[in-house]
C-alpha cells in the first residue's frame, strides 16, 4: 500500500489545493501516470503515481485546502486493503476557502428516520433547504451522482420566487434619495492571498533602502537588434539584457548576491535571477537559476520558456524558489520609474523603467536625442549598506553602456 500526501513543493509552502482528481475511486493507475491535480501557492502541478495498482480510500474533496503531508489516498496492490480508521492519520479536512467546497458524496447523504424517500444532499444544502421551507425532493440535483448541492437549492429558490405573482402596487410614496449601492466584495485568489502575506512581511521585516540611477541605453540597443537580425528564431529582449548585465555586475560585487537568514549572511552557491512576471492570477517571480557565465543568448532562451510556462501555469515549484536577485520591470507598460518590495531569501531587487528618448547634453555642450533608462535599486540594509549598492549600480550601467561585457 502506498500513502498519497499533499507534497511539500518549496520551502515556504505549508498547505496545498486538491483541484480535481484526474483518477476515481477503483481506478486502476500504472507507476508515473497523473492521478491529481493540486495547486501551491504559485502554479498547478500535477501528482503521479509513485507505484501501480488500485486508487482506494480518497479521503480529500476537490478544491479542498489542506496542510502539505495530509493523506489524499491510498494505492492499493491485490490482496492489500485500507487502514483502518483512527490509525493515527489526519482526518479528512474540508475546504477553507469561501464559497466552501461540497463535502464528499459518503458524508452527503442521509436517510431520514420516517422512512420517507432518500434524498442525496449536502449539509449546507439541507440547511438552506429547511430555512426556506424547500422540499428537497423537488430539486434537481448537479452535484456528483445526482447529489443536491448549494447551487442548485438556490437555484430553486430563484426560480421559485421568480414565479411568484408580483404584490399589488403600493401608494406612491413621496421621492427619496436612492441608497446607495453596496460595495462589492471579492474573495482574494490563492495566489494574491500569499503575494499579500509575503509582500506585508518583506515591508515590514526588512529594512529597505532605494537607490535611483539613469543609464544610457544606445549600445544596449544597437546590441539587441545586431543579434536579433543575426538569428531571427530567438527575439531578445530588453529585459534579457538588463538580466545578463545582473549577473556581470553580481560576479564584481558578490555581496548583493547574499541572503541574510538568523542573523547571518549567507553566500549562495550561484547567481540566481528571479523574474516577475504578471500572470491573470497575479504576479510570479520565474527563477533563471545559475546565470553567472550563461551567454545572452542562452539567458534569453531560459528566460522566453520559464515566461510562457508562468503564464501558462506550468512552472515547476523549482522554477519559482531560490532567486537570490530581482528584476521586476515596468518598462513595457510605459512606467518611468518606481520602487519594488524585495522577495525574500534576495537581499535586492532592481526595478526598470521604460527606456525613453530623451535630449542629453553631452560632454561637449550639444543636446542629442538618446535613449535614456531610470533603474531604482531596493537595499536590504541588514546585508547591503548605501555604497556597495550604489557601486553595483554603477557597475550595471558600465555593463549596458559598454555592450562588449555582456558578450
Known amino acids: 500500500m502506498q500513502t498519497i500526501i499533499m507534497p511539500k513543493m518549496g520551502d515556504a509552502m505549508e498547505e496545498g489545493t486538491l483541484v480535481r482528481w484526474l483518477k476515481q475511486e477503483g481506478d486502476a493507475v500504472q507507476e508515473g501516470e497523473p492521478i491529481a491535480e493540486i495547486a501551491t501557492d504559485k502554479a498547478t502541478v500535477e501528482i503521479e503515481a509513485p507505484i501501480s495498482g488500485v486508487l482506494r480510500g480518497i479521503r480529500v474533496a476537490e478544491n479542498a485546502v489542506v496542510p502539505v503531508n495530509t493523506p489524499l489516498a491510498y494505492i492499493l496492490q491485490e490482496g492489500e486493503s485500507l487502514p483502518a480508521e483512527g490509525d493515527g492519520k489526519a482526518p479528512a479536512p474540508t475546504a477553507a476557502a469561501a464559497p466552501q467546497p461540497e463535502p464528499t458524496p459518503t458524508t452527503a447523504a442521509a436517510t431520514p428516520a420516517n422512512g420517507e424517500e432518500r434524498v442525496l444532499a449536502s449539509p449546507l444544502a439541507r440547511k438552506i433547504a429547511a430555512e426556506h421551507g424547500i422540499d428537497l425532493r423537488q430539486v434537481r440535483g448537479t452535484g456528483p451522482k445526482g447529489r443536491i448541492v448549494e447551487r442548485d437549492v438556490l437555484a430553486y429558490l430563484e426560480s421559485r420566487q421568480a414565479t411568484v405573482a408580483p404584490a399589488p402596487a403600493p401608494i406612491p410614496a413621496p421621492a427619496v434619495a436612492a441608497a446607495p449601492a453596496e460595495a462589492r466584495v471579492e474573495t482574494l485568489n490563492r495566489l494574491r492571498q500569499i503575494t499579500a502575506q509575503r509582500t506585508t512581511e518583506a515591508h515590514q521585516t526588512i529594512p529597505h533602502f532605494y537607490l535611483t540611477m539613469e543609464i544610457d541605453m544606445e549600445e544596449a540597443l544597437a546590441l539587441r537588434q545586431r543579434l536579433n537580425q543575426l538569428d531571427e528564431s530567438l527575439r531578445i529582449s530588453i529585459n534579457d539584457l538588463i538580466v545578463k548585465a545582473c549577473a556581470v555586475a553580481i560576479e564584481q560585487h558578490p555581496i548583493v548576491n547574499a541572503t541574510y537568514q538568523n542573523g547571518q549572511i549567507v553566500h549562495p552557491n550561484g547567481i540566481h535571477i528571479g523574474i516577475a512576471v504578471a500572470v491573470e492570477q497575479g504576479l510570479l517571480v520565474a527563477v533563471l537559476k545559475h546565470c553567472e557565465g550563461k551567454s545572452l543568448r542562452r539567458i534569453a532562451q531560459e ?37 519594488a518590495i524585495i522577495n525574500p531569501p534576495a537581499s535586492a531587487i532592481l526595478a526598470v523603467g521604460a ?12 543636446v542629442a536625442a538618446r535613449h535614456r533608462m531610470k533603474v531604482t535599486l531596493s537595499c536590504d540594509h541588514r546585508v547591503l549598506d548605501g555604497a556597495v549598492g550604489a557601486q553595483f549600480l ?5 555593463v549596458l553602456e559598454n555592450s562588449l561585457w555582456m558578450l
Not at 512552472?315 to 519559482?320: N, Y
Open 355 to 366: 527606456t525613453k528618448r530623451v535630449p542629453v547634453v553631452q560632454e561637449d555642450g550639444t
Open 303 to 339: 528566460s522566453q520558456s520559464l515566461i510562457q510556462k508562468a503564464r501558462e501555469g506550468k512552472l515547476l515549484p523549482d522554477e519559482m524558489t531560490g532567486n537570490t536577485f530581482t528584476v521586476s520591470n515596468l518598462g513595457m507598460f510605459g512606467i518611468e520609474q518606481f520602487t
Open 394 to 398: 554603477q557597475t550595471l550601467k558600465q
